[in-house]
């Protein structure tokens, strides 16, 4: 049985960065083997229909939610090298990477995005992430590959500045605008800012909010495996300004695996730059993405200006003195921008 296609991608899918809040921490000794099969022995219920999605929404939903489960309810998508191998290119080309560059991949997940850009011959690389889970799938992968990067545990809210001196810092994987409070997405922005180095630049991938916000499906589900069956329902929030996303896992043989609420808020082009611009980035520009695939075939991951890279450059000195603006000509622009 073959799911029913959802043209609409939704936050949800593009979630790949946090858990539990803890300083940057290196912990790159080999641990046990990782979990493949998804323990659904405890039963677990759901919560049965619920009218208002956004009251069921942890403010920390984030911390505890990217695990195993959620490579297989979302790997046709970030487990999938195809799509690696596009963004990482998009990214050399948009950042205007060299070798020597020294990069930051903050909310990196398994490092899809850092072990492919070592593939390339990238040698100064150093992912953040709060997902213990995922940074040791990310330091499993490096070490198989025989490739050597750094992988530090943490906020990245907090401390990021502490590993500065970077070229180039990405925020991928559609991995922003997590937190309940935009101040929240504000300090991610500004810790990014202050890791660079004099004309650094970052690079922040992000679903169209104003898009999105207009044309995301209410309702969708896909088998992600033989026994495994995802249902999804979504609306906005009060405000407007958060998709809200309630997806529920079912095993065919043990009933419900879980039963989770989170919610992305919705950025457009014109509200990223003001953000970017209020924490001291400049010469912001925005590029179209191509398309995002799924293994599966289930699910189309573009279907109208869903996803944009941004890429901006800023500077952090004591006295707040910021680099010489730099435009760079050709660079495709959203006509929606400001």
């Given at each position: 049985?073959?799911?029913?296609?959802?043209?609409?991608?939704?936050?949800?899918?593009?979630?790949?960065?946090?858990?539990?809040?803890?300083?940057?921490?290196?912990?790159?000794?080999?641990?046990?083997?990782?979990?493949?099969?998804?323990?659904?022995?405890?039963?677990?219920?759901?919560?049965?229909?619920?009218?208002?999605?956004?009251?069921?929404?942890?403010p920390d939903w984030w911390r505890a939610i990217f695990d195993e489960l959620y490579l297989k309810t979302d790997g046709d998508v970030f487990e999938n090298d195809g799509n690696t191998r596009a963004e990482v290119d998009a990214l050399v080309v948009a950042a205007e990477l060299k070798h020597s560059d020294r990069i930051l991949d903050l909310c990196c997940g398994q490092g899809r995005h850092a072990i492919e850009l070592a593939?390339?011959?990238?040698?100064?690389?150093?992912?953040?992430?709060?997902?213990?889970?995922?940074?040791?799938?990310?330091?499993?992968?490096?070490?198989?590959?025989?490739?050597?990067?750094?992988?530090?545990?943490?906020?990245?809210?907090?401390?990021?500045?502490l590993a500065g001196g970077f070229d180039c810092v990405t925020i991928l994987g559609n991995?922003?605008?997590?937190?309940?409070?935009?101040?929240?997405?504000?300090?991610?922005?500004?810790?990014?800012?202050?890791?660079?180095?004099?004309?650094?630049?970052?690079?922040?991938?992000?679903?169209?909010?104003?898009?999105?916000?207009e044309h995301f499906e209410p309702r969708s589900w896909e088998w992600v495996e033989d026994h495994l069956l995802v249902c999804r329902e979504r609306a906005l929030s009060r405000d407007r300004s958060r998709l809200i996303t309630r997806e529920i896992v079912?095993?065919?043989?043990?009933?419900?695996?879980?039963?989770?609420f989170f919610g992305e808020r919705?950025?457009?082009?014109?509200?990223?730059?003001?953000?970017?611009?209020?924490?001291?980035?400049?010469?912001?520009?925005?590029?179209?993405?191509?398309?995002?695939a799924s293994s599966t075939?289930?699910?189309?991951?573009?279907?109208?200006?869903?996803?944009?890279?941004?890429?901006?450059?800023g500077r952090y000195a004591a006295r707040g003195v910021w680099a010489k603006k730099v435009r760079r000509p050709g660079r495709a622009r959203r006509p929606a921008s400001p």
């Open positions: 049985m073959t799911a029913s296609p959802e043209p609409i991608p939704h936050p949800r899918s593009t979630r790949r960065s946090t858990r539990a809040s803890a300083p940057l921490s290196t912990n790159d000794a080999a641990g046990p083997a990782l979990p493949i099969e998804i323990a659904t022995d405890r039963r677990r219920r759901s919560l049965g229909r619920i009218a208002d999605l956004e009251s069921q929404v942890r593939r390339r011959g990238f040698a100064n690389i150093t992912g953040i992430d709060q997902s213990r889970y995922l940074l040791e799938l990310a330091r499993e992968r490096a070490r198989t590959s025989g490739l050597e990067l750094r992988f530090l545990e943490g906020d990245a809210r907090r401390g990021v500045a991995s922003f605008g997590y937190f309940q409070r935009p101040k929240d997405d504000a300090a991610l922005l500004r810790q990014a800012r202050l890791a660079l180095n004099t004309g650094g630049r970052l690079v922040l991938e992000l679903v169209d909010g104003e898009w999105l916000g079912l095993n065919s043989d043990r009933g419900v695996v879980c039963d989770r919705l950025y457009s082009p014109a509200q990223i730059r003001a953000l970017l611009k209020s924490v001291g980035f400049h010469s912001i520009d925005f590029t179209d993405r191509a398309e995002i075939g289930a699910r189309s991951r573009h279907d109208g200006p869903l996803r944009f890279d941004c890429c901006t450059r």
